[in-house]
């Protein structure tokens, strides 16, 4: 059965064989209880299990499952010594995500802190931190609920998936396939994740585990009648034979049920129903907090609660007292002064029950509750914040909605969680359209910042559009500044993109950056700086290369007025751009070198790659190959720091070019494959289209030209 798989690659991982599992299946049906089971045979070995829960609907940190592991792991690893964040270019990042972790960082390779690659070097940090136990004990990650959870805990997932290989490490994770599918982007990584592990979907009960279960619950057996009726009525669904046995224990109806007469079985409609009827015995009082606390979330501290309900400590635990004797509540072990509904379709009953007016009206209190409890410090609180003052929209609480959807937005894309971010932007643009619809100014802001998430979140159509019509706000209001930020995250800025593809002319582009420059005049040298440099780019492919040249010197000679190493930078790769052309090799590989020197200045080795890059091809272009090789080398030290598929990728390129020059072919066939291998997890960098050139170039000079096109 299902345990039975779970133990078998938990065996699996204990020999260094790492595995995941995705256990599915409808609410109820015991998808946590049976990796409840795993999880307690596992830590009666000894193995390290730690537990990521998803918050129910919206207004959890970003990233907050993998949080609780972090937490989780360092609670229990604090008395054998911390294991330390192995030298990452992500060690800045984890410790933004978990502050706690900030004295267990080793010193990391520097990056920008808006590094294109940030979200890989996090991703990266998180998996070597959970590998680097100094005991190597195996360690089982349980991650509950993923219908729930937001876009980039799944993307660290998947990360974490594809690095299993080699390590003790076992996941699972369960989710609803039913919400799962609501949202696209959600079901598409959940599928991915399926096809890279174990996929089980749960069954319900069969007669005979009803029986078994009867017994269980009530120490006495149950006729095969009364067994089948419950198991007709229920399905098996473990959560609602749960509440029909409660049901008939409460009600008399066990030792009175005529087996002659099987409609007499107090069966509700539905799983909702039986928990509405467990809760209706309850206090009036007691009802009126848990409909609070459904409204605060699954889980929940007595502190909000408390301040929710006008109660003190006593009070409201004497009030939730039947609650937690009818084990509708359970006291949270890992966290004094917690609780949480048994189940989360308890919560979510609960929850439906009330009217829209009304639970405006209380995720408005709940709301004020929070802010004034975490008014000292309310980073952490802003995405849950921003929940309930959006929610509260109706009630009156526009202002706040759109203040902390905004703030919660900004915090979550410096957390890259970029998704999240754009997510949070437009709802605070929805609720600006209702409130403020004349706000012409913010709504353009909001905008852009949505339209920078996107590009970072690879949604690039999604930006444009953003972006477009940030323009057409500016313009209508004559904002030449933010026509010019338009234009600029329009036509790319912001976008993981080297260069624009090749041969393409994107008139609208081009359009726009012309419209902003003549709008700007002289008023804003950096920025116009920037919009020449990306007129510069966009126009490569068309016809005017002196227009281009002109361009991209503005550029550069505004950019050095200036005197901001970073803006030099972008604008002296405009220039090397520019000058891509046979005749203008030297300028270019004197760029290269400035570049290189910009990195080292700043400390920022991403850039100092990108000037090593392009050094690499100017020694090549002059035939200076021992040179070339030096920067091959220098490219191998810096990109094995750090770790970055991209990196490692071009690495294998470069290579497997110099082993073809040199007429080592097979080792040559050998480096192209790595890089094919490598590309995989970076698709802009067109892998195989590479892999082809470089194949076929071996294949000439083997003198198999049959095989060469």
């Given at each position: 059965?299902?345990?039975?798989?779970?133990?078998?690659?938990?065996?699996?991982?204990?020999?260094?064989?790492?595995?995941?599992?995705?256990?599915?299946?409808?609410?109820?049906?015991?998808?946590?209880?049976?990796?409840?089971?795993?999880?307690?045979?596992?830590?009666?070995?000894?193995?390290?299990?730690?537990?990521?829960?998803?918050?129910?609907?919206?207004?959890?940190?970003?990233?907050?499952?993998?949080?609780?592991?972090?937490?989780?792991?360092?609670?229990?690893?604090?008395?054998?010594?911390?294991?330390?964040?192995?030298?990452?270019?992500?060690?800045?990042?984890?410790?933004?995500?978990?502050?706690?972790?900030?004295?267990?960082?080793?010193?990391?390779?520097?990056?920008?802190?808006?590094?294109?690659?940030?979200?890989?070097?996090?991703?990266?940090?998180?998996?070597?931190?959970?590998?680097?136990?100094?005991?190597?004990?195996?360690?089982?990650?349980?991650?509950?609920?993923?219908?729930?959870?937001?876009?980039?805990?799944?993307?660290?997932?998947?990360?974490?998936?594809?690095?299993?290989?080699?390590?003790?490490?076992?996941?699972?994770?369960?989710?609803?396939?039913?919400?799962?599918?609501?949202?696209?982007?959600?079901?598409?990584?959940?599928?991915?994740?399926?096809?890279?592990?174990?996929?089980?979907?749960?069954?319900?009960?069969?007669?005979?585990?009803?029986?078994?279960?009867?017994?269980?619950?009530?120490?006495?057996?149950?006729?095969?009648?009364?067994?089948?009726?419950?198991?007709?009525?229920?399905?098996?669904?473990?959560?609602?034979?749960?509440?029909?046995?409660?049901?008939?224990?409460?009600?008399?109806?066990?030792?009175?049920?005529?087996?002659?007469?099987?409609?007499?079985?107090?069966?509700?409609?539905?799983?909702?129903?039986?928990?509405?009827?467990?809760?209706?015995?309850?206090?009036?009082?007691?009802?009126?907090?848990?409909?609070?606390?459904?409204?605060?979330?699954?889980?929940?501290?007595?502190?909000?609660?408390?301040?929710?309900?006008?109660?003190?400590?006593?009070?409201?635990?004497?009030?939730?007292?039947?609650?937690?004797?009818?084990?509708?509540?359970?006291?949270?072990?890992?966290?004094?002064?917690r609780y949480r509904f048994a189940h989360a379709l308890i919560r979510e009953t609960i929850y439906?029950?009330?009217?829209?007016?009304?639970?405006?009206?209380?995720?408005?209190?709940?709301?004020?509750?929070?802010?004034?409890?975490?008014?000292?410090?309310?980073?952490?609180?802003?995405?849950?914040?921003?929940?309930?003052?959006?929610?509260?929209?109706?009630?009156?609480?526009?202002?706040?909605?759109?203040?902390?959807?905004?703030?919660?937005?900004?915090?979550?894309?410096?957390?890259?969680?970029?998704?999240?971010?754009?997510?949070?932007?437009?709802?605070?643009?929805?609720?600006?359209?209702?409130?403020?619809?004349?706000?012409?100014?913010?709504?353009?802001?909001?905008?852009?910042?949505?339209?920078?998430?996107?590009?970072?979140?690879?949604?690039?159509?999604?930006?444009?559009?953003?972006?477009?019509?940030?323009?057409?706000?500016?313009?209508?209001?004559?904002?030449?500044?933010?026509?010019?930020?338009?234009?600029?995250?329009?036509?790319?800025?912001?976008?993981?993109?080297?260069?624009?593809?090749?041969?393409?002319?994107?008139?609208?582009?081009?359009?726009?950056?012309?419209?902003?420059?003549?709008?700007?005049?002289?008023?804003?040298?950096?920025?116009?700086?920037?919009?020449?440099?990306?007129?510069?780019?966009?126009?490569?492919?068309?016809?005017?290369?002196?227009?281009?040249?002109?361009?991209?010197?503005?550029?550069?000679?505004?950019?050095?007025?200036?005197?901001?190493?970073?803006?030099?930078?972008?604008?002296?790769?405009?220039?090397?751009?520019?000058?891509?052309?046979?005749?203008?090799?030297?300028?270019?590989?004197?760029?290269?070198?400035?570049?290189?020197?910009?990195?080292?200045?700043?400390?920022?080795?991403?850039?100092?790659?990108?000037?090593?890059?392009?050094?690499?091809?100017?020694?090549?272009?002059?035939?200076?190959?021992?040179?070339?090789?030096?920067?091959?080398?220098?490219?191998?030290?810096?990109?094995?720091?750090?770790?970055?598929?991209?990196?490692?990728?071009?690495?294998?390129?470069?290579?497997?070019?110099?082993?073809?020059?040199?007429?080592?072919?097979?080792?040559?066939?050998?480096?192209?494959?790595?890089?094919?291998?490598?590309?995989?997890?970076?698709?802009?960098?067109?892998?195989?289209?590479?892999?082809?050139?470089?194949?076929?170039?071996?294949?000439?000079?083997?003198?198999?030209?049959?095989?060469?096109?």
């Amino acid at each position: 059965d299902e345990l039975v798989e779970l133990r078998a690659g938990l065996e699996d991982a204990v020999g260094g064989r790492g595995r995941s599992f995705l256990v599915v299946g409808e609410a109820g049906i015991g998808k946590t209880r049976l990796v409840e089971e795993l999880a307690r045979e596992a830590a009666e070995r000894g193995h390290l299990v730690l537990w990521g829960r998803c918050w129910e609907g919206e207004g959890a940190p970003p990233y907050w499952p993998w949080i609780q592991v972090i937490r989780a792991y360092l609670r229990i690893a604090h008395s054998e010594g911390l294991p330390r964040v192995a030298g990452g270019a992500g060690a800045p990042y984890l410790a933004q995500l978990v502050p706690e972790l900030g004295g267990a960082q080793s010193p990391g390779p520097s990056v920008p802190p808006q590094s294109e690659h940030a979200r890989f070097y996090l991703f990266d940090a998180v998996a070597t931190f959970l590998q680097s136990r100094p005991d190597h004990t195996p360690l089982v990650l349980i991650f509950d609920d993923l219908q729930w959870a937001d876009t980039p805990s799944l993307l660290l997932l998947q990360f974490l998936v594809h690095e299993l290989r080699d390590t003790a490490i076992l996941v699972v994770a369960t989710y609803r396939e039913m919400e799962a599918r609501q949202n696209p982007h959600v079901a598409d990584i959940l599928g991915a994740l399926a096809r890279d592990g174990r996929h089980l979907p749960l069954r319900g009960f069969g007669e005979e585990e009803v029986a078994l279960f009867i017994e269980g619950k009530t120490g006495r057996s149950a006729s095969a009648a009364l067994v089948r009726a419950v198991h007709r009525e229920t399905e098996g669904n473990p959560l609602f034979v749960d509440e029909i046995v409660h049901l008939l224990v409460a009600e008399g109806a066990l030792e009175r049920w005529d087996a002659t007469v099987p409609w007499s079985l107090p069966v509700p409609q539905g799983v909702r129903e039986a928990i509405r009827r467990r809760l209706a015995p309850l206090p009036a009082p007691c009802r009126d907090a848990l409909t609070l606390a459904s409204v605060v979330g699954r889980e929940f501290g007595l502190g909000a609660l408390q301040a929710a309900c006008g109660l003190g400590a006593d009070a409201l635990l004497e009030v939730l007292r039947p609650a937690l004797g009818r084990e509708v509540l359970v006291r949270d072990p890992r966290t004094a002064g917690r609780y949480r509904f048994a189940h989360a379709l308890i919560r979510e009953t609960i929850y439906e029950e009330l009217g829209a007016a009304e639970r405006a009206r209380l995720h408005g209190r709940i709301g004020e509750v929070l802010e004034a409890l975490h008014q000292m410090d309310p980073t952490p609180q802003l995405a849950t914040l921003a929940h309930h003052f959006l929610e509260a929209v109706p009630a009156g609480a526009a202002e706040k909605a759109i203040a902390y959807s905004t703030r919660a937005a900004r915090y979550a894309e410096a957390s890259l969680a970029y998704e999240d971010a754009a997510v949070l932007f437009e709802r605070a643009l929805e609720v600006l359209a209702e409130a403020h619809p004349a706000d012409a100014r913010e709504r353009c802001e909001l905008l852009l910042a949505r339209g920078g998430a996107q590009w970072k979140a690879g949604d690039g159509p999604g930006a444009r559009e953003a972006f477009r019509q940030a323009a057409d706000i500016a313009r209508r209001i004559g904002d030449a500044p933010l026509l010019a930020r338009s234009a600029l995250g329009f036509a790319g800025e912001g976008s993981r993109l080297l260069w624009v593809r090749s041969g393409v002319v994107d008139q609208p582009r081009i359009e726009l950056l012309e419209e902003a420059l003549d709008g700007l005049g002289d008023r804003d040298p950096g920025l116009r700086a920037r919009l020449l440099a990306r007129l510069a780019i966009n126009l490569y492919w068309a016809p005017e290369p002196e227009r281009v040249l002109a361009l991209s010197e503005e550029a550069v000679t505004l950019a050095r007025q200036l005197g901001d190493p970073r803006d030099l930078a972008a604008v002296l790769r405009a220039r090397w751009i520019a000058l891509w052309r046979p005749e203008a090799a030297e300028e270019r590989l004197a760029i290269a070198d400035e570049i290189v020197r910009l990195g080292e200045q700043t400390a920022d080795r991403e850039l100092a790659l990108l000037g090593r890059r392009f050094r690499i091809v100017g020694f090549l272009e002059h035939g200076d190959v021992v040179a070339a090789d030096r920067e091959i080398e220098a490219w191998a030290q810096i990109a094995g720091e750090l770790r970055q598929p991209r990196y490692l990728t071009d690495l294998a390129m470069w290579r497997a070019t110099r082993a073809i020059m040199d007429g080592r072919f097979a080792e040559g066939e050998q480096h192209a494959r790595r890089a094919l291998e490598l590309g995989e997890r970076e698709p802009e960098v067109e892998p195989a289209m590479r892999h082809a050139v470089q194949m076929s170039v071996l294949q000439f000079h083997r003198g198999q030209l049959e095989h060469a096109v």
